[in-house]
């Protein structure tokens, strides 16, 4: 347990990490879904195909099924004369087979007759007659997909860890799958703090305001792949706040609290849930702005994750502390994260020796992109509907110039190509 | 009607789409909904604040509400007092009043009491007694947010067009919205047609291969906002065929059709739609490879939509000719196509005159991205497995070198930023 006395022994992120790695066993579930809801996750198997693709020898082209070697020394000027014996259509199942002389009418997909083992294209046949005349030569196996030739019966065709993309999907359902093994979204209980703040939707008595970290926060949880329960705001209470978090640890893998923007609302979770078991709070502030209020606890092996009631911030600091393993319970790259170059609109002046996290709204003139930074004077909501991501200005840098070209991780979510 | 006879009169996809456009009246639909079903989909309103956030002045930092005048002078070595007559938290609605030489103790967030015009930041003050001692003075309205400051009643928040992100949640919770009006998602009925074809999940008989194009379709559908209604696989004949897409008319605004991979599949569908209704076939084959079998009809008002039955071609197609309407239609912005550029890995041979579509694999080597052509003879659903993209070779290009940088159109759907 380290607060209160030691609120001002802030860590790094990395650090931060680390002793909350010490604690939490961050195992992805997996489930077994059908593949219309599936779309979008994580593939958690390796696909191994039981069939053969395709699972019959079938006809590439129109045309004749015939035994090749009927077909040799066939040119324009020397036809060669085959007795049409049949017919097959692609979805039926020839029952009929070939021998010497002998060809049967055959369709692009059709399976090959027993006997046949290439196909003349139609181009190159007349067509109709009970004898056919071929006016080329074609060699065994030509104008054949043979059984097994694009997916073998045993192979895997697919790697765990996978987006399940359009393509994917396809390619499943090519080896006749309607269910996958995916990593299961995981659960986030969501949790707004401060006796000021009242859930959207309801009446807004004189004194209260809107819950605003709530919404936005849930949406980050699904960006990241996560399952968001938003559990409404908490009094700035020991016994609200606790029965919350109560809440949040029974149902969910994570629980993630913001404060309000009264200054007790971040001061009372930390104390509060270190009460509630081992090994309680492990980080109280972060060496980042914004970050000082941010705390990471675990009970009982749930990681409860506190960020700044500031609703930009709130954003930026799960962007960094959270999402990075709500994308590794669902998955998905770790390293996945939105980013854009752009130029800086307004230098930036930080503090040396404290990493700084600023939220920037992007302009386009032209073909340039501008990174316009959105100081906190500009307002809590205001900040927030303008930010489309942030730069993050680094430990050893004091000033970035304006016109410098810069990063900026957008707020959107994940790049799942 | 255009068909049969008239096939070889293949349509530009610029000229496809404006015959289209003569016949089907784009109407993007309007719903409205809770906001957490609503997150990712686009406001068809603008957003307009019933509310002034903050509802109430309200203390941006702890410290005591004051009347400005009473602390003119005050300074380190000559502090003002005064009579501290009460506290307000964040969530109380203060009932008191401050006259001359009095001062209220108030947390951050908490509404400003009547008397009061600003906030002494508690740095600049002794704490806890009756008689408190003020070393600053403040300026009025000094650290008080002002009813308002942020978003006015009567003031446009969000504008119509806008995805909803995480922080447009936040900035419509703010403003107290449990709804929104968003574009409605286009409902898209998928028909897959062949004989050979059966649905992944049945059985698969003798003659018979698992379709592929109709789950890969539908999340193709789905990536740009819609709604897919997978109806199944319509064998190639004329009434089986009609059926289906009669029901796709009468539960869909789309209709979106792939043949199979037989010869007959592709040709049947056009003269059976035709019948169905006027105009019937305005589009048989588009000038692009791949593009020759695909149509374009509109039945009563509605479009349908023939794709190939080669499932890397079916989707390039829709990418090119169905998916922008479906973002239009989902109030997406049209050209939002995901992109990459890339090194083309081997040279393209293309016809001069007319367009071609290349699926390609990304690989990447070093800080280096190629795109790898992936020819037909890799086998239907090895392409697909394969294809992360495509890159369009446009009408006046034959040959595109090794090496070259291009541009690859991603399968994965939209950039929603």
């Known amino acids: 347990m380290v607060f209160m006395s030691e609120f001002l022994h802030v860590d790094t992120l990395e650090d931060a990490c680390a002793k909350l790695e010490k604690h939490w066993r961050i195992k992805p579930r997996k489930v077994n879904m059908p593949l219309d809801e599936a779309a979008g996750r994580v593939l958690a198997e390796d696909v191994v195909s039981k069939i053969d693709v395709p699972p019959f020898d079938r006809a590439v082209f129109d045309g004749y099924a015939v035994r090749?070697?009927?077909?040799?020394?066939?040119?324009?000027?020397?036809?060669?004369?085959l007795t049409c014996v049949g017919s097959v259509r692609a979805g039926e199942w020839p029952k009929l087979k070939i021998t010497r002389g002998q060809c049967v009418e055959i369709s692009t997909g059709a399976p090959i007759p027993r006997g046949a083992n290439a196909v003349i294209m139609v181009e190159y046949s007349t067509v109709g007659a009970k004898v056919v005349q071929i006016f080329r030569a074609v060699a065994p196996e030509e104008n054949i997909a043979k059984r097994g030739s694009e997916i073998k019966h045993g192979t895997k065709v697919l790697g765990a860890g996978g987006v399940i993309t359009p393509q994917v999907l396809g390619t499943l359902a090519a080896i006749g799958r309607k269910r996958a093994e995916v990593y299961s979204p995981p659960k986030v209980a969501v949790i707004s703090s401060g006796a000021e703040l009242v859930s959207a939707g309801s009446s807004l008595r004189w004194g209260k305001i809107y819950d605003v970290n709530g919404p936005a926060i849930c949406r980050a949880v699904e960006l990241?792949?996560?399952?968001?329960?938003?559990?409404?705001?908490?009094?700035?209470?020991?016994?609200?706040?606790?029965?919350?978090?109560?809440?949040?640890?029974?149902?969910?893998?994570?629980?993630?609290?913001?404060?309000?923007?009264?200054?007790?609302?971040?001061?009372?979770?930390?104390?509060?849930?270190?009460?509630?078991?081992?090994?309680?709070?492990?980080?109280?502030?972060?060496?980042?702005?914004?970050?000082?209020p941010?705390?990471?606890?675990?009970?009982?092996?749930?990681?409860?994750?506190?960020?700044?009631?500031?609703?930009?911030s709130a954003l930026m600091v799960f962007d960094q502390l959270?999402?990075?393993?709500?994308?590794r319970l669902s998955g998905l790259p770790r390293a996945g994260r939105a980013r854009v170059q752009a130029k800086l609109a307004s230098k930036i002046i930080s503090a040396r020796g404290r990493r700084e996290l600023v939220p920037v709204k992007l302009v386009r003139e032209g073909r340039v992109v501008y990174a316009k930074p959105l100081f906190k004077g500009s307002g809590a909501i205001t900040a927030l509907s303008l930010a489309d991501g942030y730069i993050d200005v680094l430990l050893n840098r004091e000033i970035v110039e304006e016109g410098e070209v810069i990063e900026v991780n957008l707020f959107r979510g994940v790049e799942v190509a």
């Open 294 to 312: 941010a705390f990471v606890t675990v009970v009982r092996g749930k990681p409860i994750f506190g960020l700044p009631g500031y609703p930009v």
């Open 68 to 81: 090749a070697m009927d077909t040799f020394g066939a040119g324009e000027e020397s036809p060669v004369e």
């Open 322 to 327: 959270v999402a990075p393993y709500l994308r």
């Open 224 to 292: 990241c792949g996560g399952e968001a329960n938003y559990l409404g705001v908490a009094r700035d209470e020991p016994r609200s706040l606790a029965n919350f978090v109560k809440r949040g640890l029974a149902t969910c893998d994570v629980v993630v609290l913001s404060g309000g923007s009264s200054a007790g609302a971040g001061d009372i979770a930390p104390a509060v849930i270190d009460q509630m078991g081992k090994p309680g709070v492990i980080v109280h502030g972060l060496a980042m702005k914004p970050g000082k």
